[in-house]
C-alpha cells in the first residue's frame, strides 16, 4: 500500500478558533479574499447547531522556521498549519466567533452579523428591522466573547423580550437551553487533513484539485502570496492597500486609481518577481523565498531573509505612485485610452515590468523610455503575445534583458523584438487575416482604435476627434461613450441574403460615427446616404476621413465581402503607419513628450508657463494669495484652451528658483496641497485633467503639473467671483461676459 501523504487529526470549533488566534494556524486573507455571501455563513452555523456534517478542512504543514507570524497582531506561535482548503469556511467561523471583520473581494473590511432567534431557533443575517426585533439576538459574537457574562446575558435578553410580549416559564427554559446549545458550539467536531511538509506546492495544488473539483486551482501566486502573510505580512498589506485604493477614485490626495486595470495582489506580484528576481515563472520564485537551495535542498533562514530583502525593494519600485501614473502615461501615449480597450492585462502588467527596469535598473531617460515602452505595449497587445502562455513568453523576453548592461542597449533590445514581431509579412498577411473576425473583444479591433488616437482622427462625417469620444472615466464605469456604427446595415445585408452574424458583424464593417439625427440614413443603402453626409466637407477633409477609416475609393458601391477584404488591408495599413509614428520611423513622429529641462529651454509659450512659487510672494517671503490664483489661472486656462505644462520653481526667465520658497516641508505636502486649492477653487471633476509631478533640473527640483484639454468649461473662485481662463499666446486671459459665452459654445460644443 502506499504511503499516505497526509495525518487525520480531529479537533473542534473552539480548538480550531484558539489555534487561529495564538498563531498556529496561518488564516490569511489575502490568499484569497472573503466571497462567501452573509447568507451562507448563516446556513454555515445553521448547519452545524442542528449537527450536520460541514466538511472536512486541509492544512499543509509549514517546513519554513522564522519567528513572524500571520497578521498584524501579536501572535504567540508561528504558523504550523497553512490553510490550503476550507479557507471560506474557517474565515467565516473565526470571523464569527471571534467579532473580526473579513476582507472583500473590493478588498474592504466587513463585519458579519449573524442573528438568532432562542424562540424558533432560527439564524438571519442582520438588518435594521432584526437588529430592532426583541425576539433577536442581533449578533451571536456576543455569546464567545469573553468579557461576557452568560447568565447575565439569558437575562438580559428576558428582559427585553418581555416588554414587547409575555414570556411564558416552558419558554423561559427553552430559551435558556437553546442559549447553551448555541454557546457549545464550540465543541462542534471538525475533521482536519494535515498535509506533510515534503509536499511541494504542486502536489499540494493537485490535491486541492482532486478533492474540491469547485475549488479555484491554487496558483504559484498564492502560495507565494501565503508566505508574505507569515514573514513578511506588511508587505502583503501594502499590496491589498494598493489594489483597494486602485477600485476607488479619491479626491484629495495621489492614488493608484486609473482607467486601466483594477490589479489584484497577484498581478502586482508578478511584476515585482519579474523585476527583482528577472523570472516571470513562479514556480522557483516561491522556493527561493522560503529560504531553498535549489540544488541541495536545504532550507536557511538567512537565505530567506536574503531573498525577502530583493522582494521589498523590487515592491517598493512597484508600488511608487510616481512609477505607476508614469507607466500609465506609456499606455496613454500608445493611444489606449480606457480599460475597455486593454485585451489583455498580462500584456499591460508585463509592459509596467519592463518600464521598471528601464527606469530603476538601466536609467533610461523619461519621455525615450515611454516612448520605447508605448511601443512594446502596441505591439504586444496587438499580436496577443501573452494570451497563449504568458509566463514561457514573458520569460523569454526577460532572458533577452540579461546581457543588457545600459539604457541604450535596453531600448534597443525592445524595438529589435517589436521588428522581430512586426514583419512584413506580419502587416501583409497575418494583421488582415485577425481583423477577419466578429468577435467583440479583439486586439486588432482595440489596436486600430488606438491608431486613430495616434492620428488624431475624427470622427466619420464629423469634425469631433475620435479620441474625444473614448471618455476614460465613462468607460471606466462599465459602459463607453463609444458609438460603432455599422457601414453596411444588417437589415440592407439581410435583404441581400447575407444574414450570418460572422459576417455581418465583422469589424470591418464597423467604424467610429457621430451622425445624430442622420443615423436613420445610415439604414439605406451606402451609395444613398454618404451622398448626403459628405456634404459639409471639403475634398481634403474627405481624404483624410477615408484613410483614417480605411475606406476604400468607391467603397459604396462594392460587393460586400469585396469592401470587407479591402477594407481589412486599408485598416491593417493605418495601424502600421500608427505603429510607424510611435517608433517614430521614416522621420514621422507625434508630438513629443519634452523633458522639464527641453520645456525650460524652449520658454514660455501658449502651452508652457513658470512661475517661481505656488504660495509665497519672493519679494515679502510671506504668503499671497495673489500667488496662489496666478497658479491656479494657469492651470484653468491650459484646460480650457489645449492643455500645456506649469512649472513651479521656475523664474521667468528660465532661471532655476527651486522649491525652497514655498517653505513646505516636504515634496508630498507640496502636492497635497495643490491638490487641496485645485478641489477648492476649481472643484473636483476635473482632476482627471491634472497631472502634478517632480522632477530634478540643475541640481535643483521643480514641480509640473501637466494639462489636458477638458471635455467641460472650468471656473476658478476668486473671492465670491467666478472667473474663466483661456490661453493667448504665453499668457492666460479672463474672459467674461458674450466673449465668454462665444468661446465655450465653440470650445466645448456637445
Known amino acids: 500500500m502506499s504511503r499516505t501523504v497526509f495525518t487525520k487529526v480531529d479537533n473542534t470549533l473552539g480548538s480550531l478558533m484558539e489555534s487561529i488566534a495564538l498563531g498556529r494556524i496561518g488564516l490569511p486573507d489575502i490568499q484569497r479574499p472573503f466571497v462567501w455571501k452573509n447568507a451562507k455563513v448563516r446556513n454555515l452555523f445553521d448547519s452545524m447547531y442542528r449537527g450536520y456534517p460541514v466538511g472536512h478542512l486541509l492544512f499543509w504543514e509549514n517546513e519554513a522556521a522564522g519567528s513572524k507570524a500571520i497578521g498584524t497582531d501579536e501572535k504567540q506561535k508561528v504558523p504550523r498549519l497553512l490553510i490550503v482548503d476550507g479557507q471560506q469556511r474557517l474565515t467565516s467561523l473565526y470571523a464569527v466567533v471571534k467579532g473580526v471583520p473579513v476582507v472583500r473581494e473590493n478588498y474592504k473590511p466587513e463585519k458579519i452579523e449573524i442573528a438568532f432567534n432562542p424562540l424558533v431557533e432560527k439564524f438571519e443575517v442582520a438588518d435594521a428591522a432584526i437588529r430592532q426585533d426583541k425576539a433577536f439576538i442581533p449578533n451571536i459574537s456576543i455569546l464567545w466573547d469573553k468579557s461576557t457574562d452568560f447568565f447575565e446575558l439569558v437575562e438580559t435578553y428576558l428582559k427585553d423580550l418581555a416588554t414587547v410580549r409575555e414570556v411564558t416559564a416552558q419558554e423561559r427554559r427553552q430559551i435558556g437551553s437553546t442559549f447553551s446549545k448555541l454557546q457549545n458550539l464550540l465543541s462542534f467536531p471538525f475533521t482536519t487533513l494535515e498535509l506533510s511538509s515534503s509536499l511541494d506546492e504542486e502536489q499540494v495544488s493537485e490535491v486541492f484539485v482532486r478533492i474540491n473539483s469547485e475549488g479555484k486551482k491554487l496558483n504559484q501566486a498564492d502560495f507565494i502570496l501565503t508566505l508574505m502573510s507569515v514573514f513578511w505580512d506588511e508587505g502583503r498589506s501594502q499590496l491589498e492597500t494598493f489594489c483597494r485604493e486602485a477600485r476607488t477614485q479619491t479626491a484629495g490626495k495621489p492614488s493608484p486609481f486609473n482607467p486601466y486595470i483594477q490589479p489584484d495582489p497577484d498581478q502586482l506580484l508578478r511584476a515585482s518577481v519579474g523585476l527583482g528576481f528577472r523570472r516571470a515563472r513562479l514556480k522557483h520564485v516561491y522556493s527561493i523565498l522560503r529560504g531553498k537551495d535549489l540544488e541541495t535542498g536545504e532550507i536557511s533562514a538567512e537565505r530567506r531573509d536574503a531573498q525577502f530583502q530583493v522582494l521589498r525593494q523590487a515592491q517598493a519600485q512597484v508600488l511608487s505612485l510616481e512609477h505607476w501614473h508614469g507607466f500609465l502615461r506609456a499606455i496613454q501615449q500608445a493611444g489606449f485610452l480606457n480599460k475597455g480597450m486593454i485585451s489583455s492585462e498580462n500584456a499591460l502588467l508585463f509592459a509596467y515590468t519592463l518600464y521598471l527596469l528601464g527606469k530603476t535598473e538601466y536609467g533610461v531617460e523619461e519621455e525615450r523610455l515611454r516612448r520605447s515602452i508605448a511601443q512594446w505595449f502596441f505591439m504586444s497587445a496587438l499580436t496577443g503575445r501573452y494570451s497563449g502562455s504568458p509566463e514561457s513568453a514573458m520569460e523569454f523576453d526577460l532572458a533577452r534583458l540579461r546581457q543588457v548592461k545600459d539604457s541604450d542597449a535596453f531600448v534597443a533590445v525592445l524595438a529589435a523584438t517589436c521588428n522581430a514581431t512586426l514583419t512584413s509579412d506580419y502587416w501583409t498577411i497575418t494583421l488582415p487575416t485577425d481583423l477577419a473576425t466578429s468577435a467583440a473583444r479583439s486586439p486588432s479591433m ?207 526667465d528660465g532661471t532655476l528658483v527651486g522649491l525652497g520658497p514655498d517653505k513646505f516641508e516636504s515634496e508630498d505636502k507640496m502636492s497635497l496641497r ?61 474672459l467674461s461676459g458674450a466673449r465668454m459665452q462665444a468661446y465655450i459654445q465653440e470650445r466645448f460644443r456637445s
Open 446 to 652: 482595440f489596436a486600430y482604435f488606438a491608431s486613430l488616437n495616434l492620428h488624431a482622427a475624427e470622427v466619420l462625417f464629423s469634425r469631433q476627434k475620435v479620441s474625444e469620444w473614448m471618455d476614460a472615466v465613462v468607460a471606466q464605469s462599465g459602459t463607453t461613450s463609444l458609438e460603432r456604427q455599422p457601414l453596411f446595415s444588417k437589415r440592407l445585408l439581410e435583404s441581400q441574403g447575407i444574414g450570418d452574424p460572422r459576417e455581418t458583424s465583422q469589424i470591418a464593417n464597423f467604424t467610429v460615427v457621430e451622425w445624430g439625427e442622420n443615423a436613420q440614413l445610415a439604414k439605406r443603402a451606402p451609395e444613398e446616404y454618404v451622398q448626403v453626409l459628405r456634404k459639409p466637407f471639403s475634398s481634403k477633409e474627405l481624404e483624410r476621413m477615408h484613410y483614417w477609416h480605411a475606406l476604400p475609393d468607391g467603397w459604396e458601391r462594392m460587393e460586400y465581402r469585396e469592401f470587407l477584404q479591402q477594407r481589412r488591408e486599408l485598416m491593417a495599413k493605418v495601424i502600421r503607419d500608427a505603429y510607424s509614428l510611435l517608433a517614430g520611423k521614416d522621420g514621422a513622429k507625434p508630438e513629443p513628450v519634452l523633458s522639464t529641462g527641453e520645456l525650460i529651454k524652449g520658454g514660455e509659450s501658449s502651452s508652457v508657463e513658470f512661475k517661481s512659487t505656488l504660495r509665497v510672494n519672493l519679494h515679502t517671503g510671506q504668503e499671497d494669495p495673489k500667488m496662489v490664483l496666478s497658479v491656479l489661472k494657469t492651470l484653468a486656462a491650459f484646460i480650457n484652451t489645449g492643455g500645456g505644462t506649469l512649472l513651479i520653481g521656475v523664474a521667468d
Open 674 to 734: 495643490l491638490v487641496e486649492l485645485i478641489k477648492d477653487r476649481m472643484g473636483t471633476s476635473h482632476m482627471m485633467y491634472i497631472h502634478p509631478r517632480f522632477d530634478d533640473y540643475q541640481g535643483g527640483r521643480v514641480l509640473a503639473v501637466d494639462c489636458l484639454p477638458g471635455r467641460s468649461p472650468i471656473f476658478v473662485k476668486d473671492g465670491n467671483v467666478e472667473r474663466f481662463y483661456v490661453r493667448a499666446g504665453p499668457s492666460s486671459q479672463d
